[in-house]
């Protein structure tokens, strides 16, 4: 459990090195359904938070996206604890628009490394607080091509990337192509 901002909110830790990723679940996923994505960072030297959000698994409160970028602030300042040379986010779905409404609220004086938003729904206008800013889409996925031209517009700075299928976010991590999206996560967080 890490505890931050008056919450407990569960996650599963994996230690390598200095540098950070957080990962943010989607509604209908939780801190387990990444897949091998958390052991593909962690084997490349990277540690990872896996968060799951208030009212998720054995975190306290209520699902309320309202309290998801609440939850990404305690999330950072545990990790501001261990004094990481640097922190990257991967956020999926909701996690993704609750990353974004975390970017457009935080006095944070941070800067994230890599920021990668898969599957990003309703994405507002935001400045991300990050050197590099990729999202991805599945190209068969229902509006897509809806979503992209959103991010586009909203989120100017952002890389674009398509990947085949119609799985929405975390489910691709159980298709046949998971290993080649957990490859694209893992090298866009290394070349950072």
């Given at each position: 459990m890490i505890k931050g901002l008056n919450r407990s909110l569960e996650a599963d830790v994996y230690e390598a090195g200095d540098r950070w990723v957080l990962l943010c679940h989607g509604k209908v996923f939780d801190k387990r359904d990444w897949g091998s994505l958390p052991q593909s960072l962690n084997t490349h030297g990277l540690s990872v938070l896996s968060l799951n959000f208030s009212g998720y698994g054995a975190s306290a409160?209520?699902?309320d996206p309202n309290?998801?970028?609440?939850?990404?602030?305690a999330a950072l300042d545990w990790l501001n604890e261990r004094?990481?040379?640097s922190v990257s986010a991967v956020a999926?779905?909701?996690?993704?628009?609750?990353?974004?409404?975390?970017?457009?609220s935080t006095t944070r004086m941070m800067?994230?490394?890599?920021?990668?938003?898969?599957?990003?729904?309703?994405?507002?206008?935001?400045?991300?607080?990050?050197?590099s800013l990729h999202c991805?889409?599945?190209?068969?996925e229902d509006d897509a091509d809806a979503h992209i031209r959103r991010v586009k517009e909203h989120l100017p700075d952002s890389q674009v990337h398509i990947i085949p299928g119609n799985?929405?976010?975390?489910?691709?991590?159980?298709?046949?192509k998971a290993d080649e999206v957990v490859g694209l996560i893992t090298s866009l967080v290394l070349d950072s």
């Open positions: 409160g209520s699902k309290q998801y970028p609440l939850d990404i602030d004094h990481p040379s999926a779905s909701m996690g993704a628009v609750a990353l974004i409404h975390w970017a457009q800067t994230l490394d890599t920021t990668i938003l898969f599957a990003p729904r309703a994405a507002p206008h935001a400045v991300i607080p990050t050197q991805l889409f599945n190209a068969l799985a929405h976010a975390q489910n691709n991590f159980n298709e046949p």
